[in-house]
Nanobody
Framework: QVQLVESGGGLVQPGESLTLSCAAS????????MSWYRQAPGKEREMVAD????????SYADSVKGRFTISRDNTKEILYLHMNSLKPEDTAVYFC?????WGQGTQVTVSS
């Protein structure tokens, strides 16, 4: 059974950093491209970043480029999202996705 479990969300002030993790199980993690998405209240879910199976190629939404970094540890089967210089507009529920499955999401709130 495919399972994706996000963690690491929380409340931070503008300009601070946060790292999200997504623990994968039930499939061969290292075979699949993985992605981070987010959904803010009243908005559609949007892709934030994705990474190829081997981790050699990444892509980012323009709104997070230069501030967020996606990475993965295929040995530990964990996907990461390192978020720097957080802004109030980054407030959203963040989801990891891969192999056609979604995690339950983790809330990130950026507020002073």
């Amino acid at each position: 059974q495919v399972q994706l479990v996000e963690s690491g969300g929380g409340l931070v002030q503008p300009g601070e950093s946060l790292t999200l993790s997504c623990a994968a199980s039930g499939f061969v993690f290292g075979f699949y491209r993985m992605s981070w998405y987010r959904q803010a209240p009243g908005k559609e879910r949007e892709m934030v970043a994705d990474i190829t199976a081997g981790g050699d190629t990444t892509s980012y939404a323009d709104s997070v480029k230069g501030r967020f970094t996606i990475s993965r540890d295929n040995t530990k089967e964990i996907l990461y999202l390192h978020m720097n210089s957080l802004k109030p507009e980054d407030t959203a529920v963040y989801f990891c996705s891969g192999r056609g499955s979604w995690g339950q999401g983790t809330q990130v709130t950026v507020s002073s």
